[in-house]
């Protein structure tokens, strides 16, 4: 059941991203860091997020798919949406 909502999710955002405008452009996103830090067997992680430009005609929602994997063998697929609050 989550295999079945995770992908109808990503269909969604891909569905979508044609309606996206070209003020602000699509980003690729590279994490690295720790997995467990505060535990006795930490492991490395690193992953990957492509952030589609902002839809306008939805209050500049940003569709994100991507990917994280552990060095204990673990992985996280996921895919759903941003929304950028400028503080300056």
């Not at 980003?27 to 902002?54: C, H, K, Q, W």
Request: glycine fraction near 10%; charge should be negative; aromatic fraction near 12%.
């Amino acid at each position: 059941m989550k295999f079945k909502s995770l992908v109808t999710t990503g269909l969604i955002c891909f569905a979508l991203s044609p309606l996206a405008y070209a003020e602000q452009s699509s980003a690729l996103a590279i994490s690295v860091g720790a997995f467990d830090a505060l535990d006795d067997d930490t492991a490395g992680e690193v992953g990957i997020e492509y952030r589609f430009a902002p839809m306008e005609s939805f209050y500049n929602i940003i569709p994100v798919v991507g990917v994280a994997a552990n060095t204990d063998g673990g992985y996280w697929v996921h895919s759903g949406i941003r929304y950028d609050i400028n503080l300056s």
